[in-house]
């Protein structure tokens, strides 16, 4: 058996009001359409169709750079004509690989089904069947409804559009995620019409069409909806996101993690934790972040495809993106810690340091007011509040290396390129522009005149 995913996301998305194409907005940082891929990856899908209309080429250029590139293989549909019409536009795709190969229709803006689910649901197909996934729904209005026989089989799929009062009243929903046998797919859809209150061509009436040539229908009856929920608006979108954040926040929790609020954790892609990792509130994490043993992470903070080694204290109000940061080392409160930056062991980064390409040698620390950028700072070097590393010319960036155990006093200009060896001295308020060799002092100011009997300017 094999099985292939066609996704459908040629729809406008009206009511999003963006100028981007609906399957593009994102949960959890992810775009819609890239969870429903990764769905149908875990799947293994031997091949996952994306069905694109509007604004294909924003969502194929989308995905150029992203991780599923090359699996995913595009089809267009220039109209929307309904979602029977669009599964079709796949079908030349497809490829044949034996009689009892499958097919699931998955939509992508319908971005958190469980893998367990989607399992489940394939599994239920097995062989040769039609499997439908279903929400018994407190309020199932504008929802397709399952019909059932008496025996309680499924007999068809009523769009709400074309349903009677009493249809109506059904609570069982089709979500639209379906797993059909391939060959028999085929057929189905050549043989549905467009005559129903929208004049579209309707995947759902495939499964009347099942029920007639005898097909078994199984339905896979699920609770949660917020699993097929489906994105239509802002409003669903932010639900479908906190609903997202809980997950993530649970599975923390559950892993060992403390979170001071969990409603107060943002996760925007991959967070691993080691053991006794403690996160306070608004804390956002983007891309990869891995964060060893017993690190804590203060509030406010925003953390980006960075590690974080053990022990390491990162304070209120810090932001840091692409770093590579050792253990016990203290970050913060109000730090920005751009890419590039290595922070070695025991260093120490406080309030108003910025830090751009750099890397600063263990136990080293640049406590107050300071910007080092594009420079190596060796180990236990002391950069004093309101040095600034000038790595700009106006037109190149330059290097500054630092040796170990150097001493730069608060207030120095350090004007790259420049090399300051092993234990230098800079004299607090420098503007070295000079290499300053190994233990010496460097004073690079006007020295002091003192006048005496100065007299004020008057206001005239
Ligand atoms: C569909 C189902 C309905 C189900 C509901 C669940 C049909 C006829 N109805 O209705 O039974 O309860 O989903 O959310 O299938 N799309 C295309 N091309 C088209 C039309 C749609 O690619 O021509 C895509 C959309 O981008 C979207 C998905 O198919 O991702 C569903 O389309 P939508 O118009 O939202 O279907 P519903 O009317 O909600
Ligand atoms: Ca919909």
Redesign the pocket.
């Known amino acids: 058996m094999t099985l292939e995913a066609i996704i459908?996301?040629?729809?406008k998305g009206t009511r999003m009001n963006s100028n981007k194409p609906k399957v593009l907005h994102s949960i959890g940082g992810i775009p819609m359409l890239e969870h429903v891929v990764d769905a149908a990856m875990l799947l293994e899908a031997t091949k996952v169709h994306v069905?694109v209309?509007y604004g294909a080429g924003q969502i194929k250029a989308a995905f150029s750079a992203e991780k599923h590139k090359d699996e995913i293989f595009w089809a267009t549909?220039e109209e929307?004509?309904?979602?029977g019409?669009?599964v079709r536009q796949a079908l030349p795709n497809l490829e044949y690989n034996g009689a009892d190969d499958l097919i699931i229709v998955l939509?992508?803006?319908?971005p958190l089904t469980k893998s367990t689910t989607l399992r489940e649901l394939v599994r239920l197909a097995g062989n040769n069947k039609l499997s439908v996934l279903s929400l018994v729904a407190e309020n199932p209005t504008g929802?397709?409804r399952i019909l059932r026989n008496q025996a309680g089989n499924i007999e068809a799929?009523v769009?709400e559009k074309d349903a009677t009062e009493a249809q109506r009243q059904i609570k069982e929903?089709?979500?639209?995620i379906m797993v059909a046998p391939k060959s028999k797919l085929i057929n189905w859809l050549g043989k549905i019409g467009n005559s129903n209150q929208q004049g579209?061509y309707?995947?759902?009436d495939i499964v009347a069409l099942a029920a007639i040539d005898g097909t078994e229908i199984t339905g896979l009856a699920i609770n949660d909806g917020m699993e097929v929920l489906?994105v239509?608006d802002k409003e669903q979108l932010a639900a479908l996101e906190r609903h997202y954040q809980m997950i993530k926040t649970t599975e923390l929790l559950q892993s060992g993690v403390t979170l001071r609020d969990p409603n107060r954790v943002d996760v925007r892609g991959s967070l691993s934790c080691g053991k006794d990792v403690e996160i306070d509130v608004n804390t956002i994490f983007e891309g990869e972040v891995v964060l060893g043993d017993k690190v804590v992470i203060g509030a406010n903070s925003t953390i980006k495809d960075t590690s974080i080694g053990t022990g390491t204290k990162i304070l209120t109000g810090t932001s840091i993106d692409g770093a590579t940061i050792g253990s016990n080392a203290s970050v913060g409160p109000m730090a920005r810690i751009r890419p590039g930056t290595v922070l070695k062991d025991e260093t120490k980064i406080g309030n108003f340091v910025e830090t751009k390409n750099a890397i600063i040698g263990a136990g080293s620390k640049a406590s107050h007011l300071a910007y080092i950028g594009d420079a190596e700072l060796g180990e236990s070097v002391n950069i004093g509040a309101g040095v600034i590393v000038c790595n700009y010319d106006g037109v190149n960036k330059h290097r500054t290396i630092i040796g170990n155990n150097v001493f730069v006093g608060s207030n120095s200009v350090l004007v790259a390129p420049v090399t300051l060896s092993d234990n230098a001295f800079i004299a607090a308020g420098s503007s070295i522009n000079g290499d300053v060799p190994a233990d010496n002092l460097a004073v690079g100011r006007a020295k002091q005149r003192n006048i005496p009997g100065w007299k004020r300017p008057i206001k005239k």
Do not use: F, K
Request: proline fraction near 0%.
């Open positions: 459908l996301a040629a729809g069905v209309g549909q929307q004509l309904g979602t019409h669009a939509y992508g803006d319908v929802l397709g799929i769009e929903i089709n979500s639209g579209e309707y995947l759902t489906g239509n």
